[in-house]
């Protein structure tokens, strides 16, 4: 018998290049911007707990409100172009 779930018991790696995010450098990227909003959202719901009046200033919530946009926007670019490079690299 031998099959996908086969390789890891014999102590080989297993396939990442059929991974949705780890088949190439442009998905990763794309997880890591995910990430990255994740923790933007994290850390503005922190400056609140901080903060003395109980809300984040302007400036704090501008600042997390754009590094999550921007790193959403760069992700699903990434996302996008690692689909095409993933469907070029079978076809």
Do not use: H
């Not at 995010?21 to 995910?34: D, E, I, P, T």
């Not at 704090?60 to 996008?80: F, H, K, P």
């Amino acid at each position: 018998m031998t099959g996908q779930g086969d390789a890891a018991s014999n102590g080989s790696k297993r396939d990442l290049s059929r991974s949705r995010f780890f088949c190439n450098n442009a998905r990763k990227g794309s997880l890591v911007c995910g990430i990255l909003a994740f923790v933007a959202l994290v850390i503005g719901g922190g400056f609140s707990e901080i903060s003395k009046s109980g809300a984040p200033t302007s400036l704090e919530t501008d600042a997390v409100r754009w590094v999550i946009v921007g790193s959403l926007v760069v992700g699903v670019a990434l996302y996008v172009i690692g689909g095409r490079m993933a469907r070029k690299a079978r076809g």
